[in-house]
């Protein structure tokens, strides 16, 4: 997508993970076109085609340009998405597992997903990301894992470079 035009959402259902990219993509435009914060909401707003997002905005669009981007999204998000949305990708993240796959590609898979849920109340921190990966490792990377050379690693960080050196 070009960060030079607003971005648009076509006519069809909106997902967690659309939301999330058309937030995003809305704040490249914003920072791209030095958009003043007055102007956010009313730029973007009529670029999401969905017809329960146009009658609602449409009802209320001048109450709804008053408002700054983050709030209205925080308005939008109930109106967008299916309700229990966030416990439903919340329980998806915590029955991933490792699955044969890296331990880099189990991380930025829970990553992903877990973005989606940022500023939701649903969203893993870094002490639940440990824990989960922790739980859900192959056997060999978790035997690996409970070292006390691994286990002992205070920093989130840290103990993530030694797992993925550890999953070499």
């Known amino acids: 997508p070009k960060t030079t035009q607003a971005p648009v959402v076509t006519d069809g259902q909106m997902t967690p993970r659309l939301f999330c990219e058309w937030k995003g993509f809305c704040m490249a435009f914003f920072a791209t076109k030095n958009v003043d914060p007055d102007d956010q909401v009313k730029l ?89 990966m922790n739980a859900r490792f192959d056997r060999d990377l978790k035997t690996k894992a409970n070292t006390a050379a691994i286990r002992n690693i205070v920093g989130f960080a840290g103990w993530l470079v030694a797992i993925f050196e550890a999953d070499e």
Do not use: M
């Open 44 to 132: 973007v707003a009529r670029g999401l085609r969905p017809i329960e997002i146009v009658d609602w905005y449409e009802s209320q669009h001048q109450n709804l340009d008053a408002h700054t981007f983050e709030d209205f999204c925080d308005l939008l998000r109930p109106i967008a998405l299916r309700r229990g949305w966030e416990q439903e990708e919340r329980d998806v993240i915590e029955n991933l597992t490792q699955a044969g796959r890296k331990a880099e590609n189990f991380y930025f898979d829970i990553l992903a997903r877990n973005r989606i849920l940022h500023d939701t109340g649903f969203e893993l921190g870094e002490d639940d990301i440990r824990f989960l």
